[in-house]
């Protein structure tokens, strides 16, 4: 069983500012985690994810995750936020043998000049 | 622009009825997933279609059935519809169905039950 839960169901930043939004896991399988961006009015696009090795993933648009097995964590972050940032963020974990995700509820993220 | 299409972009219709959503997965994609999106569920995975066969299903009601066709397009088909039922519906494909390959959303079609 996999289940995801994002810490927020909006976060407000400044231009320019860390942009940091929150996401633990649970998994009964080692987990391959994703971050997807969903603009207004159109699908959802892959940020980045994580399957194996490197725990420190680059994604695009500036932003990284880290995967933290110890803390089941894999937050989403960006050292300077973008206006182009504001969106809906979707964090989402698929077991290893499993080709279905699971999403979390989704994170609003709001820029402000 | 992800290559996947769905149609209709928008579809409004009364409780009770039947409706059909289409998807034509990237070219050469062989997996379709469809999700449906809710204010109060968020995303939920219904359905994989992997090369016209069902692979693996999630939180689909019975009065919901999907089919992927030869040419690998995939409909969703929604029966007895209620107003709970309103909600986005994404269609995604991937190449394979390979758990390490991503899978790229459609626009979505909204669905609204009056």
């Known amino acids: 069983a996999q ?5 927020g169901s909006h976060v407000s930043v400044s231009e320019g500012a860390l942009v940091l939004l929150r996401c633990n896991y649970s998994s009964s399988v080692p987990p391959y985690l994703f971050w997807y961006v969903q603009y207004p009015n159109q699908g959802l696009q892959l940020l980045l994810k994580y399957t194996t090795g490197a ?8 932003f990284e995750a880290e995967f933290k097995k110890s803390e089941t964590s894999f937050h989403l972050t960006k050292p300077s936020a973008h206006m182009s940032d504001a969106a809906e963020y979707f964090c989402a974990v698929r077991g290893s043998g499993y080709s279905t995700l699971t999403f979390g509820k989704g994170t609003m993220l709001l820029v402000s000049p | 622009d992800s290559g996947v299409t769905q149609t209709p972009k928008h579809l409004i219709t009364a409780t009770g009825q039947r409706v059909t959503l289409r998807c034509s997965p990237r070219s050469g994609d062989l997996s379709v997933y469809w999700y449906q999106q809710s204010l109060d569920q968020g995303l939920q ?4 279609y ?4 069902e692979r693996a299903k999630g939180n689909i009601l019975e009065r919901f059935s999907a089919q992927q066709f030869p040419d690998l397009h995939s409909e969703l088909n929604l029966s007895s519809l209620e107003l709970g039922d309103s909600a986005l519906y994404f269609c995604a494909s991937s190449a394979t169905r390979d758990y390490n390959n991503e899978q790229f959303f459609g626009p979505g079609t909204r669905l609204t039950v009056l």
Do not use: C, D, P, R
């Open chain 2, 50 to 53: 992997y090369n016209g066969e």
């Open chain 2, 45 to 48: 995975f219904l359905i994989q």
């Open chain 1, 3 to 7: 289940s995801v839960t994002q810490l």
């Open chain 1, 55 to 62: 725990t420190l993933v680059k994604g695009i648009n500036g």
